[in-house]
C-alpha cells in the first residue's frame, strides 16, 4: 500500500497599515501617528495535508493579537483554505514597531485615529485568508528537514538595578537560548515550499522614538532567508518572556535592520546544512580502471516520518487573587487618561506627558487583565500542538520566560521542536518560578500563580506525548 505523500503549499499578504496609522508599542511615546513605513508587514500562511489531515500555520508582523482577534482569524483561514478551526495555529512575531492593534498595544493610553484600528483588523483577516487560498492553491508534495544554529542576537533582559529593583535591559548572565531553529518543507526540486525559523528575542530593537513602522528584525530575517533559499520564510518567535536584543530601545533604523540580517544568514546556512532528502549512496560498479577517481550513484530513499497531526490542550490555569476590583480599575485608568488628555491639550512638557503615559498604559493593562479573569480561580489556557512529520510545534497564548520554552523542548522526542508564545491568542507573561522573588514587570503583569509556570510545562511534554502517539 502507498502512502500519500505530504503536500505543502505557502501564500502571504501585505498587511502595512497607511502613512499616519496610530502607532503602538511604547508608552512612553510623545507621538501617536506613524510618519512613514520603513518595511512592508506581512502576514504568511502555510498549508500541509497528507489528503486527510489538514492543518495551517499563519505568522504575522504585529506586536500581538487578542483571543477574540485570533479566533477570528482562525475561522477565516479555515474557511478559506478548507482546514477545521482546530488545526489552525496564529502566531504574532511581538513586533513591537506595529500598528496599534486594540487597547493593550496602544488605544488604550492613545487618542488619534483610533477609528481606523477596527478596519485595519478586518483588512488584517482578509488578507490572512488571501494567503491561505493562495498556499491552499500552491500545494505541491514535500519532503521534511530541519536543523539548528547559533546567533548571538538574543540575551537576558531581566537586570538588577543598583537600587534592587528589576528593570528591562541586559543581564549578560542570565538564562538565554542562542539557538536557531529552522525546518524545511521542499519541492521535489529540492527547493524549499516553505523555511520556518524560530528564535526567541523580544522584536524590541527600536523604541518609543522611532516614528517608522518596521517589522523590527523577523521582517530582514525573512528576506534573508528566501533571497538565500527561494520559497517563503516564516519566523516563529519563541519564548522570550525575559529575552531581548543584543541592541535594544533605539530610534535609529539601522539596528535592526543589521540585526535581522545577521539572525537571517545564521538561519539561512543552518536551513543550507539541513534537508529532509535522504540518499543511498553506492559505487557505481566497473569503474574506469585508469582514472584516480571513485564515483558514485545515489539512490533516493523514502522519506522516513510524514505523520500529520494536530492536538490541543486545555490547561485550567491558577488566578492570581490580588488583581484587585475591575471595576475601580477602570475607573481610576479613565480618570488617568483624562488626566492624559488635558496634559496633551495644554501642551505639557514632554516628562510629564511620558510620565502620564506610562501610568495610564499601567492602569489600563491592571483594569484589562482584572476584567478577564474577574471571578476566576482558574484559566482555561490552550497549548495547540502541530506535528509534521519528525517536527513538533507548541503554541500557547503567553509570553513565557526562556527556561519553560526549553523544559517543554527538553521533554520532546521528536527531531526538533518548536515552543512559541503569541499563538491564538495573548494572556500576558508567564515567569518561572524562581523569578518570582525577584518581581519585576513581568511578574507585576501575569495574572496567574507562580504553579502555573510547572503546570504549563506538564502540560506541554504531554501534549508532545500525544503527538507522537
Known sequence: ????????????????????????????????????????????????????TSAAMAELDLCLVTDEQAAGMRRAIGEAAGVPVPAVRVTATHNHSAPVTGELTGAGWMFEGLDAVAPYMAMVTENLAGAARMARANLEPVTVGHGTGTSPLAVNRRTDMPTGEVRVGHNWAGPVDHTVRVARLDGDSGAPVATIVHYSAHPTTLAGGN???????????????EDSLGGRCLFLQGTPGDIGPVETFVDELE???????????????????????????????????????????????????????????????????????????????????????????????????????????????????????????????????LRIGPLAFIGVPLEPFIELGRAIAAGSAFGETFVSGYTNGYRSYLPTIDEWARGGYEVDICPFRPEAATMLVEAGVALLAELAG
Request: proline share 7%.
Open 1 to 52: 500500500m502507498t502512502m500519500a505523500r505530504l503536500r505543502a503549499g505557502a501564500g502571504r499578504a501585505l498587511i502595512t497599515p497607511p502613512v499616519g496609522f496610530p502607532m503602538g508599542g511604547w508608552s512612553n511615546q510623545l507621538h501617536e501617528r506613524s510618519s512613514g513605513n520603513d518595511m512592508d508587514l506581512t502576514a504568511t500562511v502555510l498549508i500541509v495535508t497528507d489528503g486527510t
Open 255 to 385: 539596528p535592526y535592520r543589521r540585526l535581522g540580517t545577521m539572525l537571517g544568514h545564521d538561519a539561512a546556512a543552518a536551513a543550507s546544512r539541513s534537508t529532509g532528502r535522504v540518499t543511498r549512496q553506492r559505487i557505481v560498479e566497473g569503474q574506469d580502471p585508469s582514472t584516480w577517481l571513485a564515483f558514485y550513484e545515489y539512490e533516493p530513499q523514502p522519506p522516513a516520518d510524514e505523520t500529520l497531526r494536530v492536538a490541543s490542550r486545555t490547561v485550567m490555569m491558577p488566578v492570581r487573587s490580588d488583581l484587585g476590583d475591575p471595576v475601580a480599575l477602570r475607573s481610576e485608568a479613565t480618570s488617568r487618561r483624562a488626566d492624559l488628555k488635558a496634559a496633551l491639550e495644554r501642551r505639557a512638557d514632554a516628562f510629564d506627558l511620558r510620565e502620564l503615559r506610562v501610568q495610564t498604559k499601567g492602569l489600563v493593562m491592571r483594569a484589562e487583565r482584572a476584567e478577564s479573569f474577574a471571578g476566576m480561580d482558574a484559566y482555561p489556557l490552550e497549548v495547540h500542538g
Open 211 to 225: 516614528r517608522y513602522v518596521t517589522p523590527d528584525y523577523p521582517g530582514p530575517v525573512r528576506r534573508i532567508v
